[in-house]
Each structure stands twice: as structure tokens, then as C-alpha cells.
């Protein structure tokens, strides 16, 4: 199939929007919905007017044949986005901690539900792009410290992520490069000596199916650890080394 | 062609030429060429980069400046005028991020790697744009 490369790269806001549907929010029903089973959420037996969660695409459902009453976030009424602009106001290097879809999820409250929001909902429009105006302006500070190894922002949404995500990472890798072809290593050879199996059999053997395949036999890999364990490094080496000392005896210490 | 003449010659031919160890006319063992640093890579331009990197229009020294810069370091060893290029992208790529959906003259200093650059970040910024305008009051 074929895609266009824009897309390869990176999600359309529209993708994001549809993915930010599937975040809950409160709603108020109107009438009694009976409890419903689906694949991976189950939705709760509705009474009016007693708050529920759902996730977004219900809701926005919902709304639309007037079934129910959106309640905004908490972090969309007006006090709390005031408070919001303030903090990134008066932080230059940080961003406030809000919902990781908080633009998706603004921009489908205020499409779907203009009228169910506490204050004007172009007060909170206007509010929204603020914030998101100062927050663009924070990124753009925060880029002077690109480098090819990392690029660290906190707390950006996935939309603001998104916007940069192809520029990144293209800049990055461009990076990258220039310090690859900087630095020339070594190329790695192996002997033919190291693998007698292949010797026998034409036919290449791949995974590691037999032991000899592997460096260490795995009856010597810890098998206690685990990706993602924490390592005491220092050990670790001082470990390692003592193994190496020990190569020319049969077998190695305990591991 | 006499011996010690200065030719101009596309960089993989220097490339080739420059790891060829024997040299068919005179016999010596020694290198055929030797591969002086690109017009391009003048340490007039590099003192440039070093001071205000955004400012060097790239596209007058080369129009495939940073692709340029990379093939010789691969050719090459040189850890001064790696970091220089280095040092001197992360400032440009900066600068291009604050461009970003903007318009003007600076789009011409741009070697075609920042172009491209340029271009995607205003793609996706066109297409942000796009959606949050998709509320009308």
C-alpha cells in the first residue's frame, strides 16, 4: 500500500485526534443506558444526572443525539487554564504539567460541546492557544540544545510533539552522520577458526540454535537478569575481569 | 598532466584516486594524489561558522554544503573541523526551527539539506495550523 511520506514519518493531527477519542471523560446522562461490554471497555450503567466516564468516542456520540452533557476537565475551566498560562509564564524552561492530549482533547470539547463549558468557549479558545503560544516559544528555546545524542522537552502534548517530530529527527540523524564519518572504527573480523561448525556444513546457521553459536555458553548467562534490571556496573566489570584473568583455566567462576 | 599541477575533480573521483597507492607513470608506491580541503571548507569559512553560524549563506560555497562536509570527513580524519561542522549545525538547525512558517530571504542561504529541513517543519506546521483551525467562531 502505498502511503505518503509525510505520513510515513509522522501522524496527521487528524490521526491524533482519533486517537485522543479514545481518552475518558466525565458525562452527564439524560436518560438510563444499560451497561454495555466491549472489547476492551465496559461501559457503566447510566442515570441521569450522575456523572459517568466514558471514553470520548461515546461521548461525542451521545452529545450528538442529546443524550447526554459533556463536564469539561478540570484543567479547561477558566481559573485552572489562567493558572496554567501564569506557571508557563513564569517558568522559561518548563512546561506545565498538562493532559498528555490536552490540544485534541480542547479542541473536542469545544467543537462538540461549546455549550456545556462553565465559561464563553472563546475565552477558553483564546486561552488554549495561549498557553500553546507560549509553550511553542519554549520549544523553540529549547531546540538550541540540540544535539546528535538527545533532545530533552518535558510535558509536551502529543500534538506538539507531533509538529516537531519530522524536523528532529531529520536534523538529528544529519548529525549523526557528520560524527559517524568522523569517527572510523575498526571494522570487526571474524576468524574462521572461531565457528569450526561452519567449517562442516555450507548451509549458514542462524539464531542460536546450539550452543556453540554463543560467546558464553548459556549455562553461564545469568539468567536471574533481566532487561530493564539494575546493574551494579562496578561489579559487574570487576566480575567480568576476574573472568578474563580465569579464560585459560576449564570453565569460569560462578557467575 | 604535469606533476604538482591543481586540478579541480568531483569529490569520488578525488575519493578514488586519493586510495589508489600506485601510480601507473612514474612507479612509485606512493599516493597519486593528494586531496587539499574543498573551496568550501576554507578556513575563511570555517572562522565564519565558528562566530555567527547562522549568518554564513551556505548555499553560496556550496549548494551541498553539509553533504560535502560529510563525504570529506569520511575521507579524512580532521576532529576540528568535525566539531566546527557539528557545533555549526545544531546552531543553524536551531535557527531554522525558529524560521520555521516564516518567509523571507533567509531561505537562500539554506544548503539543500536545511531546504529539505525547512520544508518539512513548514509541512507539519501548515498541517497543525490546518486543524486548529477547524473551529469556527
Known amino acids: 500500500m502505498s502511503v505518503p511520506a509525510e505520513q510515513l514519518e509522522t501522524f496527521l493531527p487528524s490521526e491524533l485526534h482519533f486517537m485522543a477519542e479514545n481518552e475518558t471523560i466525565e458525562i452527564l446522562p439524560r436518560r438510563v443506558g444499560n451497561p454495555i461490554k466491549l472489547a476492551g471497555t465496559d461501559l457503566p450503567l447510566m442515570h441521569p444526572l450522575r456523572k459517568n466516564r466514558v471514553p470520548i468516542w461515546m461521548a461525542i456520540a451521545l452529545k450528538k443525539q442529546q443524550r447526554c452533557q459533556f463536564v469539561p476537565p478540570d484543567w479547561m475551566e477558566e481559573s485552572n487554564l489562567r493558572r496554567i498560562l501564569a506557571f508557563e509564564h513564569a517558568n522559561p524552561t518548563a512546561f506545565s504539567n498538562v493532559d498528555f492530549h490536552w490540544l485534541e482533547i480542547a479542541q473536542i470539547v469545544l467543537t462538540t460541546a461549546p455549550d456545556d463549558l462553565t465559561s464563553p468557549p472563546q475565552v477558553i479558545r483564546n486561552l488554549v492557544r495561549d498557553i500553546r503560544e507560549v509553550r511553542e516559544q519554549k520549544s523553540r528555546q529549547g531546540m538550541k540544545e540540540v544535539n546528535e545524542n538527545m533532545l530533552q522537552m518535558d510535558r509536551l502534548g502529543a500534538l506538539e510533539i507531533n509538529e516537531m517530530r519530522p524536523f528532529v529527527v531529520e536534523g538529528m540523524e544529519e548529525m549523526i552522520k557528520i560524527r559517524k564519518a568522523g569517527k572510523k572504527e575498526e571494522p570487526i573480523i571474524y576468524s574462521e577458526s572461531d565457528n569450526p561448525e561452519d567449517d562442516e556444513d555450507d548451509e549458514p546457521t542462524y539464531g542460536h540454535d546450539d550452543e556453540s553459536s554463543l560467546a558464553v555458553p548459556s549455562s553461564q548467562l545469568d539468567s536471574s537478569l533481566r532487561y530493564g534490571d539494575r546493574v551494579d556496573t562496578s561489579e559487574r566489570r570487576r566480575e567480568l575481569s576476574q573472568w578474563d584473568d580465569n579464560v585459560p583455566q576449564q570453565g569460569g567462576p560462578e557467575w | ?137
Open chain 2, 1 to 137: 598532466m604535469n606533476e604538482g599541477t591543481i586540478i579541480d575533480l568531483p569529490i569520488w573521483i578525488a575519493d578514488v584516486l586519493s586510495q589508489s597507492e600506485y601510480d601507473p607513470y612514474s612507479g612509485n608506491q606512493e599516493c597519486f594524489v593528494t586531496v587539499k580541503i574543498p573551496h568550501a571548507l576554507k578556513p575563511s569559512v570555517l572562522n565564519a561558522l565558528k562566530t555567527d553560524a547562522p549568518g554564513v549563506d551556505l548555499r553560496y560555497q556550496s549548494p551541498l554544503f553539509f553533504a560535502l562536509a560529510i563525504y570529506y570527513l569520511e575521507l579524512f580524519e580532521d576532529e576540528e573541523l568535525e566539531t566546527i561542522i557539528a557545533t555549526a549545525m545544531a546552531e543553524r538547525i536551531s535557527d531554522i526551527y525558529d524560521n520555521v512558517g516564516r518567509r523571507g530571504e533567509f531561505v537562500h542561504k539554506y544548503d539543500e539539506f536545511e531546504k529539505m529541513l525547512y520544508k518539512k517543519g513548514c509541512a507539519s506546521r501548515r498541517a497543525y495550523k490546518e486543524y486548529m483551525a477547524t473551529i469556527k467562531y
